[in-house]
């Protein structure tokens, strides 16, 4: 075994530093929430995610630390580019505590049934909402729907027919009987769950269009 | 919910507010921000000595023993995110978080934290957070408030705005645009 491929993956060699960086900020946000969903949910499926995105960050910070040293030509670059190294490295450091998390799994869940009381009281809490058929968002894109911002919720991950999708992209199409995981207050669950139920009919503002 | 677990929640809101906090001192390299994310995780270790002390107290039967590792691994847990924020904040208090590339990535992140001004003559001033609603409006979660030369931060339902206030708010890009115009007046949060 052991080619060097094998300790670092390549192509996150070839990303950019600015799109190191980005994508390490965004895991370390949403890796917490899946933890979170993980435990309220009891779902081996999410926390097996939340293991896969922690792996996906090591690669990333020995992409990141590569790429920073390649990029310091002064000692002042240096300087800066050891800030971004530690801002990286926090990063990674909340995805292993996101990972840690949910090792809590290990207990029986009677032995924590107080832990998703505990993350029902937050003040962004993780909630989860089935599509009725009946909704019109049923076939619309999440960047289409523009959720977050009518509702404040953010959908960290769904699950349909075909499995879980994390972390979704914008072009993502929302299908009758999908579950959705999303965080968020709780009048914006309140208002999202009219829409997701079928209850109201879907008017997405001109927050969207709106140039 | 009992007095630990109501500790175990504030120390959680506490480390996700200093997340919000740290990224967005980068973002704006704020240097009284990055002392807030400090300073919270001074607030964290004495909330963390506390879950302990209550653990201590606790009667051992087996049940209380499982309860309490549970717990003990959480607070671990949120305590390293927190520890991570403050590392962050840490990075902007040396003056090391100059580099064109940082700034620019957090720009290109999905969540945005956006900075904006309530100009006379907005529907948000002298409005509580709790009725305005941003969050389930546009999406926009306030993480904090600079009232003159204060700074208030993780503001309450009843916090209320006044004009001259700038906030600090997460969310997406669309959003971020409705939030600059609910704080210069171009639109009113009642027609959202």
């Not at chain 1, 207050?185 to 208002?191: A, K």
């Not at chain 2, 809101?13 to 400090?38: G, K, Q």
């Not at chain 2, 919270?40 to 606790?58: N, Q």
């Amino acid at each position: 075994m052991a080619e060097s491929d094998d300790y670092i993956n390549l192509n996150k060699i070839d990303m950019s530093l600015k799109e190191l960086l980005t994508e390490m900020k965004d895991i370390s946000e949403v890796i917490v929430d899946l933890a979170y969903a993980a435990l309220m949910f009891d779902s081996e499926d999410i926390a097996q995610e939340v293991e896969d995105l922690e792996e996906e960050m090591d690669d990333l910070k020995y992409a990141i630390r590569i790429k920073a040293m390649m990029a310091a030509r002064t000692k002042d670059d240096a300087m800066q580019l050891s800030g971004l190294l530690q801002i990286a490295n926090a990063a990674e450091n909340i995805a292993n505590a996101a990972a840690d998390m949910v090792r809590l799994q290990e207990f029986p869940l009677e032995q924590r049934p107080f832990l998703s009381f505990i993350l029902k009281e937050s003040e962004e809490k993780i909630r989860m909402t089935q599509l009725s058929s009946d909704s019109d968002m049923v076939n619309h894109t999440i960047g289409e729907l523009a959720i977050e911002s009518n509702t404040g919720m953010r959908i960290i991950a769904i699950k349909g027919r075909q499995g879980w999708i994390y972390d979704p992209e914008p072009d993502i199409k929302l299908r009758a009987h999908d579950s959705i995981i999303v965080r968020g207050t709780e009048d914006g669950f309140r208002e999202l769950v009219k829409y997701t139920s079928g209850k109201e009919a879907w008017e997405p503002e001109e927050v969207a269009t709106d140039g | 919910m009992d007095e630990m677990e109501r500790k175990l929640l504030e120390l959680k809101n506490t480390s996700e507010l200093m997340i919000d906090l740290a990224y967005s001192s980068v973002l704006f390299n704020n240097t009284e921000i990055a002392e807030e994310v400090i300073f919270l995780d001074k607030r964290m270790e004495e909330i963390a000595d506390e879950i302990e002390e209550a653990i201590l107290s606790m009667e051992p039967t087996k049940e209380v023993l499982v309860k309490a590792l549970v717990l003990l691994n959480l607070k671990i847990t949120i305590e390293k995110i927190g520890e991570s924020a403050a590392s962050i904040a840490d990075v902007v208090i040396r003056g090391f978080s100059q580099h064109p590339v940082i700034s620019m990535s957090l720009m290109d992140s999905e969540v945005l934290t956006e900075r904006v001004e309530i100009s006379p003559g907005s529907s948000l001033s002298d409005k509580a957070l709790g009725e305005i609603r941003l969050a389930s409006r546009c999406g926009m979660f306030v993480i904090a408030i600079k009232r003159g030369r204060r700074y208030i931060y993780g503001p309450g339902k009843n916090t209320i705005l006044q004009e001259g206030d700038t906030l600090l708010a997460r969310g997406p890009e669309d959003g971020a645009e409705v939030f600059r115009k609910l704080a210069s007046g171009k639109m009113d949060y009642r027609d959202l």
